[in-house]
């Protein structure tokens, strides 16, 4: 069975430093893969999503970057955060372009 | 792109009773509509979900009805527990990636 690990779990960050969040897929090849992200109390917003390696679209221009070394791998990163990168991460997976399946995410707060 | 309206925001139940949330898309191309429910500090879980040659999907408590002329498909959860309080979200799809109503926030009061 399909199963997807984020990492960290929590991240506390100081504004300006940098950023690398982790998501990996195990159990099935060539997935289609999101980051989404989710302020307090509030819906889903998504961020990038890629189709394959290498390939990433990005929805919203922020200071946040996104890429896909491997096949099941999804990086998302920044140079400079900001007060307003914090919320909870969301990695999602999906196979047939339809039902996704989250991450556990990763909570950050940046001070 | 698509747009995905949701309704209501918030929702109190008294336990026993039915819930119903409704939501409207834009584009007309759209072809599946998953639901989501998110309990407090998780992550959302895929509950149910609808593809456009259905009109109704039935799973024990939870049904979900779509009206594609209309372009409005609702969640209909009946006798409804404790545990069914949670934030949900529908979704329509739109190519590679779906699109996310603004949530409902369910408390079912016991």
């Known amino acids: 069975s399909q199963t997807i690990h984020q990492w960290p779990a929590t991240l506390v960050q100081p504004v300006g430093s940098p950023l690398s969040l982790e998501c990996t897929v195990e159990?099935?090849?060539?997935?289609?893969l999101y980051w989404y992200r989710q302020a307090a109390g509030r819906g889903l917003q998504l961020l990038f999503y890629?189709?394959?390696?290498?390939?990433i679209s990005s929805e919203v221009p922020q200071n946040l970057s996104a890429s896909r070394p491997q096949d099941r791998q999804f990086i998302l990163s920044s140079k400079k955060l900001l007060l307003s990168d914090s919320g909870f991460y969301l990695c999602a997976w999906s196979v047939r372009r339809t039902d996704q399946y989250f991450g556990p995410g990763t909570r950050l707060l940046v001070l | 792109g698509e747009n995905v309206e949701q309704h209501p925001s918030t929702l109190s139940v008294q336990e026993g009773d039915s819930a119903v949330i409704k939501c409207t898309y834009s584009d007309s191309a759209s072809n599946y509509f998953p639901w989501y429910k998110q309990e407090l500090g998780k992550r959302p879980q895929l509950i149910i979900d609808i593809r456009s040659n259905v009109g109704e999907k039935k799973d024990q408590r939870i049904a979900v009805t779509l009206n594609k002329t209309a372009k409005h498909f609702s969640l209909h959860i009946t006798e409804t527990q404790p545990e069914d309080s949670a934030v949900y979200f529908c979704?329509?799809?739109?190519?590679?990636?779906?699109?996310f109503g603004g949530g409902t926030r369910v408390l079912v009061k016991p």
């Open positions: 890629s189709v394959g390696i290498g390939q």
């Open positions: 159990g099935t090849s060539n997935p289609n």
């Open positions: 979704a329509a799809q739109e190519g590679n990636k779906l699109t």
